[in-house]
């Protein structure tokens, strides 16, 4: 089962919130298109490569569009860590507080 953390759902609002100042309908498309990729995750875990800057196995992300999309891999779940732009700086975000 996947499974958005606070943080990685506030990630998405904000990734919306941007597109839409721009389009409501890209903004809708492109939520709509993430939560689906992430959805997928369900049949195939490993899908995602694993996270360079980490080196972790259980911890991999899905490129979609400009976006990083970091989930965890649990025997029970797939955890949504977070949603970054692909440009922003890595090391600044605490993967540790969003479990």
């Known amino acids: 089962m996947v499974e958005w953390t606070g943080p990685a759902k506030q990630d ?3 990734v919306h919130d941007y597109i839409a100042r721009d389009s409501k309908f890209y903004a809708e498309k492109v939520s709509l298109e993430i939560i689906e990729k992430s959805e997928k995750l369900n049949i195939f ?3 995602g ?3 360079p800057e980490i080196g972790d196995p259980k911890i991999r992300e899905l490129l979609i ?3 990083r999309l970091i989930y965890e891999i649990f025997p029970d779940k797939i955890a949504i860590l977070a949603l970054i ?3 922003r700086d890595f090391s600044k975000i605490n993967l540790e507080g969003r479990r």
């Open 65 to 67: 569009y400009s976006y």
């Open 49 to 51: 490569r694993i996270v």
């Open 12 to 14: 998405l609002k904000l």
């Open 85 to 87: 732009h692909g440009k």
């Open 45 to 47: 875990p490993e899908i």
